[in-house]
Antibody, heavy 121, light 107 residues
Framework: QVQLQGSGPGLVKPSETLSLSCAVS????????YNWIRQTPGKGLEWVGYVYHSGGTNYNPSLKSRVTISVDTSKNQFSLKMNSVTAADTAVYYC???????????????WGPGMLVTVSS | DIQMTQSPSSLSASVGDRVTISCRAS??????LNWYQQKPGKAPKLLIY???TLHNGVPSRFSASGSGTDFTLTISSLQPEDFATYSCQQTYSAPFTFGGGTRVQIK
């Protein structure tokens, strides 16, 4: 059974860098897209971006200038770094695996439990 | 960005009821549409992908249809464990976007 488990600090100061990791267990990391999604009461679910197992990335343009997503296949984990955070980045952050159909549709089939990250001094 | 609009935003229903949730995209996106179920304090769970394909282990009372801009999720006979929020998601083009969610509450 595939499991994703996120980790990282729950409190980040404004203007600093948010760093989260997600460990993947129970399956090969190859062949999938590894996503970060965040959720707030006001904006709902917002896709942050993904990294493919080989390292290719795709980011939400609204966050692209501040976000880096990377993968470490040797450790079966992927990471999110978001710099220059503000209170607007306070959210529950989820990591999720993305599978892909033969015609290219991506779907998020396994999710980590979510991590509340608060941006506050 | 493709905007996803769900309706209704919430509904009240009883166990055994048939429930239908709609999702409309701001542009045509073939069948690149997924549905998720989320319970309070938990991560979303994949129910349906590619507009109508049931994910592994999802009960057959869940079904979905649609293509282009209009999509529907149906629960044929609502069960107690189905009270949750349901969200659609498009992965036709990045940025992938979600609908605002439909909260299914107990009547």
């Amino acid at each position: 059974q595939v499991q994703l488990q996120g980790s990282g600090p729950g409190l980040v100061k404004p203007s600093e860098t948010l760093s989260l990791s997600c460990a993947v267990s129970g399956g090969s990391i190859s062949g999938y897209y590894y996503n970060w999604i965040r959720q707030t009461p006001g904006k709902g679910l917002e896709w942050v971006g993904y990294v493919y197992h080989s390292g290719g990335t795709n980011y939400n343009p609204s966050l692209k200038s501040r976000v880096t997503i990377s993968v470490d296949t040797s450790k079966n984990q992927f990471s999110l770094k978001m710099n220059s955070v503000t209170a607007a980045d306070t959210a529950v952050y989820y990591c999720a695996r993305g599978g892909r159909t033969l015609f290219g549709l991506i779907y998020f089939d396994y999710w980590g439990p979510g991590m509340l990250v608060t941006v506050s001094s | 960005d493709i905007q996803m609009t769900q309706s209704p935003s919430s509904l009240s229903a009883s166990v055994g009821d048939r429930v239908t949730i709609s999702c409309r995209a701001s542009q045509s996106m073939s069948s690149y549409l997924n549905w998720y179920q989320q319970k309070p304090g938990k991560a979303p769970k994949l129910l349906i992908y590619a507009a109508s394909t049931l994910h592994n282990g999802v009960p057959s009372r869940f079904s979905a249809s649609g293509s282009g801009t209009d999509f529907t999720l149906t629960i044929s006979s609502l069960q107690p464990e189905d009270f949750a929020t349901y969200s659609c998601q498009q992965t036709y083009s990045a940025p992938f976007t979600f609908g605002g969610g439909t909260r299914v509450q107990i009547k």
